[in-house]
């Protein structure tokens, strides 16, 4: 559901969304046509042009979060519910009646504050839960009250008919936040006020109808249910385009200094040149919606020598809009170690893995390899346990994982080995870089949404985030973190320092050193760190080494040491990998490395 093989909107959409193995009809790309005046209102013609449908699912219970204590008692209020809470040493938890929402903090020694998270129910779109950071300030004696900014269930579907070349009336789905609509293209009929969108390859038939009187289009959309579309002008198709209304030619300005640790500067001032990088956001800014695949970049961030020097957002993304990092915060598991180590928990790539379980219990007879399984192995992607998100027969695929209603980590540490533990090819697994989370957790007996606060979001100045987490309550570490694409950038920076942000030290140099180097093979021109992915990169006649996070979809978290750079992309081509890794292969050097002159 989160890893770089597949898409985020539950098992049910992931499976409605891979790629179908027949070619489906490839009517020409081309903008809305108009229909014609005279067309009458009947008719499949009357229905071209752009529609929106934007369901939001909730969740409701959000806003101003109090939080009141009379002596030993503690008590809470938000949005019109109110619970009793518990304190247990400087553990502070609430759940709302009717399970709607929970709040987890610590309460500061000096009674100031209280920081913690909301986890919000479980959501409509993705079906899982989130915890976001929420921090309450003392009003006064026995009074904190904070905002909760829960992860927004919304969903944003645009269904665009056109007429085809031979006058026939098609019609395609795009949306500009989960790829959902990429694979479907159909054929528009309507009789009466019946209208049909008849999938050509088979066998998607979506029946609705539409309210001439209203202007209202109502379609079933699998899970989504009766989906109310009402029509849009280009103006108003935001997220559909690159930009809302049409922008006309990029006119490049530096990013703007906020209060959260970035530096800014313009491109000169580090030595970049403006034409490459304007061509760039050129290309993108002309992309138009069609119903064939195409690059779709949401945001291009650029730093260099430490300052923000590029800041651009596009199909309704902004600075402030939560981005799926998707398999990309994968990097983070390795992290977590390192801060961990750094706090001095007990702790190192060498541990064996089920030392660090030690309530773990074996279903069946041990295989004796899984004693020589560490730490090291889980991040790299040579553990040997039977798990190949690229195998749907794997029993440790990610998919088949997160079907699961009981204890993700006892189903990995039950898998089969397939291999022996430490052999240099690596596979694919996220089931095992989410066991690393556990390890985590085990070794410093904190809940890993907080652990993940205290030694990593707050020190690198995150803002939001929201934090998508298992059936038990615990983080997801697979993949799946919501997080604005100006902190994420941090953590490529971060590493590119040698674990320092603005001076203050998050991770050692050791372990930042050791996390990037060469410790497995994906395959001959990809190799792998720490759930850091490594490449070379030519161009010209020079070749730079790189190394990133990367994530279905275009998510890509860069860094280029020897010119002292980190860029990332945000993108929507999920399951379209041939697509999103033009980014790198293409984008990146061509663009963004032709860019540097000094």
């Given amino acids: 559901m989160f890893s770089t093989a597949h898409a985020s909107l539950g098992a049910l959409l992931v499976l409605l969304v891979l790629p179908s193995s027949s070619k489906a009809a490839e009517p020409a790309k081309s903008a809305v046509v108009a229909p014609k005046a005279e067309a009458p209102a009947d008719t499949a013609s009357s229905l071209v042009g752009i529609w929106a449908g934007e369901p939001v699912f909730g969740p409701e219970v959000q ?65 899982v839960q989130y915890a976001t950071p929420v921090e309450l300030r003392a009003l006064q004696k026995g009074v904190w009250r904070g905002n909760v900014t829960p992860w927004a269930d919304r969903f944003t579907l645009y269904l665009v008919v056109y007429t085809r070349p031979d006058g026939t009336i098609a019609a395609y789905l795009k949306d500009p936040e989960k790829g959902f609509g990429r694979q ?40 989504l249910g009766p989906l109310h579309f009402t029509r849009k002008e280009r103006e108003q198709a935001v997220g559909l385009y690159p930009r809302t209304p049409a922008p006309g030619a990029y006119a490049y300005r530096p990013p703007v200094a906020e209060q959260d640790g970035w530096a800014t500067a313009s491109l000169a001032d580090v030595g970049m040149d403006l034409a490459p990088i304007a061509a760039l956001m050129q290309r993108i800014l002309d992309t138009e919606p069609g119903p064939t695949p195409g690059a779709l970049i949401q945001g291009v961030l650029i730093a260099r020598r430490g300052k923000l020097v590029v800041e651009e957002y596009f199909h309704g993304f902004d600075k402030e809009r939560l981005h799926d990092l998707r398999s990309a915060s994968k990097t983070l598991a390795p992290i977590l170690v390192g801060t961990a180590m750094e706090q001095g928990a007990k702790l190192a790539p060498e541990t064996p893995v089920y030392s660090l379980f030690p309530a773990y219990k074996s279903a069946a007879p041990a295989d004796p390899r899984k004693a020589k399984l560490t730490l090291e192995h889980l991040m790299t992607m040579t553990s040997g346990l039977d798990c190949d998100d690229n195998n749907d027969e794997s029993p440790g695929n990610e998919n088949t994982l997160q079907e699961q209603e009981g204890d993700w980590y006892t189903y990995t540490l039950d898998l089969p080995m397939g291999r022996a533990p430490g052999e240099p090819q690596a596979v694919y697994c996220s089931a095992g870089i989410n066991l690393v989370g556990g390890a985590v957790r085990n070794a410093t007996g904190t809940w890993l949404p907080e652990h993940f606060a205290r030694t990593v979001a707050e020190p690198l100045q995150f803002r939001r985030y929201a934090m998508n987490l298992m059936p038990d309550g615990e983080a997801y570490l697979g993949g799946g973190l919501y997080a604005r694409p100006r902190d994420a950038l941090k953590l ?25 180097s060469r410790h497995s093979v994906m395959s001959p021109d990809r190799t792998y760190g720490y759930a850091w992915w490594r490449h070379e990169l030519r161009v010209g006649e020079r070749v730079y080494a790189e190394y990133e996070a990367g994530g279905n979809g275009g998510q890509y978290v860069m860094v280029i040491p020897e010119l002292e750079l980190t860029v990332m992309f945000t993108g929507g081509n999920y399951g379209q990998f041939n697509l999103w890794k033009t980014f790198r292969e293409e984008l990146l050097p061509r663009y963004i490395l032709a860019a540097v002159r000094r």
């Fill in 184 to 223: 479907f293209a159909f054929n528009v009929s309507m009789q009466g006020n019946a209208v049909k969108l008849t999938d050509p390859r088979g066998p998607t038939t979506l029946e609705g109808t539409f309210d001439s009187r209203f202007g209202r289009l109502t379609v079933p959309i699998l899970f």
């Fill in 492 to 516: 490529g920076q971060l590493y590119l320092a040698g674990g320092v942000w603005n001076g203050r030290r998050v991770v050692s140099k050791r372990w930042v050193e050791r996390s990037i």
């Fill in 63 to 127: 806003g101003e979060l109090t939080v009141f204590r009379d002596g030993d008692t503690w008590r809470a209020r938000i949005g019109g519910y109110e619970a009793p809470g518990r304190l247990e040493k400087n553990q502070l938890t609430v759940t709302m009646p009717g399970g709607q929402g929970a709040f987890r903090g610590v309460v500061g020694a000096d009674g100031k504050l209280i920081r913690g998270h909301w986890v919000q129910p479980r959501v409509i779109i993705g079906g």
